[in-house]
């Protein structure tokens, strides 16, 4: 089983910036890919920032040039730092993580951090 810490959601005025991270602990031998999803209300869960284990970023149209993801591999934390954010980008954003746990994938999510932007 693998569980996963996410912290740093909050609420803020367009513009500002928030940092969310995310730490992977458990069982599990390596990190295939991990990175962050958002839900927003009356929406379906959407893709924001991925990262896999060799650095292959994946990411949402709406965010790019706003949003980083970044990767610390020896704490199995995942970071996403939002700047420029907007009304839209409000939502409860889920850490994802795929992991490899003897020659198969897994899958988990975390439960979720509610970012509020207001304009």
């Known amino acids: 089983q693998v569980q996963l810490a996410e912290s740093g959601g909050g609420s803020v005025q367009a513009g500002e910036s928030l940092k969310l991270s995310c730490t992977a602990s458990?069982?599990?031998?390596?990190?295939?890919?991990i990175g962050w999803y958002r839900q927003a209300l009356g929406s379906q869960r959407e893709l924001v920032m991925t990262i896999t284990s060799d650095g292959t970023l994946n990411s949402a149209d709406s965010v790019k040039g706003r949003f980083t993801i970044s990767r610390d591999s020896t704490k199995n934390t995942v970071y996403l730092q939002m700047n420029s954010l907007k009304p839209e980008d409000t939502a409860v954003y889920y850490c994802?993580?795929?992991?490899?746990?003897?020659?198969?994938?897994?899958?988990?999510w975390g439960q979720g951090t509610q970012v509020t932007v207001s304009s």
């Open positions: 994802y993580v795929s992991v490899v746990w003897y020659e198969s994938y897994r899958r988990y």
């Open positions: 458990g069982s599990f031998q390596s990190i295939e890919n």
